[in-house]
């Protein structure tokens, strides 16, 4: 699967840069699981804030281009060989949350624990991902929080195998 070649070749070119990155989305939750669980449409991420400017710069040295989309301050877009990969930016405010890293939001807390979900892997591919349970509640609360994104068949779905696996442990 190109998605899952892609994520390696990311996360080995963003260990070289010191750039840290997390797996976020139904990505995250196949790496907690262990397997690829359904098709993805994109390849969604974490990172720094900080990061921005290198990360940026290294995608494109992998030969990604940039989509414009939302603002710089909230997320980078890239597409390579027609793979769409977003970068969601986040930073951490005086209490060491971690927060939206710009954009309209900026300094809004993301759920806690967000970044401590370890490392998932598929075959022989690791990841960093976010916690099960953020994602849990990124996925539930998303409708709420921005409405303009309505709930999702899939969404739901994650969060079942999600709420299942986490039982099993």
């Not at 921005?52 to 909230?74: E, F, I, K, R, Y």
Request: glycine letters at 14%.
């Amino acid at each position: 699967m190109r998605q899952l070649e892609l994520i390696a070749e990311t996360l080995e070119a963003a260990g070289r840069h010191g750039i840290p990155l997390w797996l976020r989305g139904g990505w995250a939750m196949d790496f907690f699981l262990g397997e690829v669980t359904r098709e993805h449409g994109d390849i969604d991420w974490f990172a720094r804030g900080e990061d921005a400017a290198p990360l940026a710069g290294m995608l494109v040295g992998l030969g990604h281009t940039p989509v414009a989309g939302p603002p710089p301050g909230p997320q980078l877009d890239f597409v390579k060989d027609g793979l769409d990969s977003s970068f969601t930016l986040v930073d951490r405010d005086a209490a060491g949350r971690v927060v939206v890293a710009g954009g309209p939001w900026a300094g809004t807390p993301w759920p806690d624990g967000l970044l401590d979900g370890g490392t998932g892997r598929i075959g022989d591919v690791e990841a960093p991902i976010v916690s099960p349970a953020a994602q849990i509640e990124i996925k539930r609360m998303m409708p709420v929080w921005d409405p303009s994104r309505p709930r999702r068949a899939k969404d739901a779905e994650d969060v079942a195998r999600l709420e299942a696996a986490l039982k099993r442990r």
